[in-house]
C-alpha cells in the first residue's frame, strides 16, 4: 500500500503527558500537511511542509505543539503537556506540489486526553 | 469565521436515486474546491475537485457544479449507491496557500 500511513491510529493518554504522532506520506509527495479534526467539524488545517521547511503554521497550533519532517519524508507532531482539548483526531495528509494540489489524507491519529 | 458552510448535516436518499449535496462559501479568493468522502475511524477520501476556470467536472457517478457568482458549489452522485453512505466535506483553497478550508460534513445515508 503507498497511501499516506500514520502512527499510532489511537492513543490514550493522561492529562499533562506528552505524545508524538508519525506520518509517512506517499513517496513522491514533497508537501505534508497536518490537519485537527474534533467531532462534528471539518478538518482545521494547522502546518504544513515542503520538502523539510515548515512553512506555514496556523494560530492553531499553541507552543505546545511542534512538528518536523527532518529529512524531507516522514513528519512527527509532538503535543506537550497535552489538556483534554487537545482530545481530537490528528489527520496527515501529502500531495505531490503542483499548483492546484490535491492532498491525500491519512487514517489519523485518534488522541484521546483523560 | 465559517468561510465555508455545509448547512444541511445529513441528507437521506433512496438507492438509485440522485443525491446532492451542497456548499457555499464566503471567500471570492478562493479558486480550487474539492470534495471527501469520510467514513467513521478512517481519514478523508478525496472524490473529486474542480478549479474556478470551470463550472462543471464529471468523474463517473459524481459531478461537481461550480456556480462562482453564487459562491455555491454542490456534488451529485447518481446513481446513490449504499456504499455512498458517508460523511462528505466540501473543502476550498486558493492557489498558492496550499491549506484546505473545510465545511462541517455532511452525513449521506443511502437507503436500500
Known amino acids: 500500500d503507498t497511501g499516506v500511513s500514520q502512527d499510532p491510529r489511537h492513543k490514550i493518554t493522561k492529562r499533562g503527558q506528552n505524545v508524538t504522532f508519525r506520518c509517512d506520506p506517499i513517496?513522491?509527495?514533497?508537501?505534508l500537511y497536518w490537519y485537527r479534526q474534533t467531532l462534528g467539524q471539518g478538518p482545521e488545517f494547522l502546518t504544513y511542509?515542503?520538502?523539510?521547511?515548515?512553512?506555514?503554521k496556523s494560530r492553531l497550533l499553541s507552543d505546545r505543539f511542534s512538528a518536523e519532517r527532518p529529512k524531507g519524508s516522514f513528519s512527527t507532531l509532538e503535543i506537550q503537556r497535552t489538556e483534554q482539548g487537545d482530545s481530537a483526531m490528528y489527520l496527515c495528509?501529502?500531495?505531490?506540489?503542483?499548483?492546484?494540489?490535491?492532498?491525500?489524507f491519512g487514517p489519523g491519529t485518534r488522541l484521546t486526553v483523560l | 469565521d465559517q468561510q465555508v458552510k455545509q448547512n444541511s448535516p445529513s441528507l437521506s436518499v433512496q438507492e438509485g436515486r440522485i443525491s446532492i449535496l451542497n456548499c457555499d462559501y464566503t471567500?471570492?479568493?478562493?479558486?480550487?474546491f474539492l470534495w471527501y468522502k469520510k467514513y467513521p475511524a478512517e481519514g478523508p477520501t478525496f472524490l473529486i475537485s474542480?478549479?474556478?476556470?470551470?463550472d462543471k467536472n464529471e468523474d463517473g457517478r459524481f459531478t461537481v457544479f461550480l456556480n462562482k457568482s453564487a459562491k455555491h458549489l454542490s456534488l451529485h452522485i447518481v446513481p446513490s449507491q449504499p456504499g455512498d453512505s458517508a460523511v462528505y466535506f466540501c473543502?476550498?483553497?486558493?492557489?498558492?496557500?496550499?491549506?484546505?478550508?473545510f465545511g462541517t460534513g455532511t452525513r449521506l445515508k443511502v437507503l436500500a
Open positions: 471567500n471570492s479568493m478562493f479558486d480550487y
Open positions: 474542480i478549479s474556478s476556470i470551470k
Open positions: 511542509f515542503q520538502n523539510e521547511a515548515q512553512l506555514e
Open positions: 473543502a476550498a483553497s486558493i492557489s498558492g496557500t496550499y491549506k484546505y478550508i
Open positions: 495528509a501529502s500531495s505531490f506540489g503542483s499548483v492546484a494540489d490535491t492532498q491525500y
Open positions: 513517496s513522491e509527495h514533497n508537501r
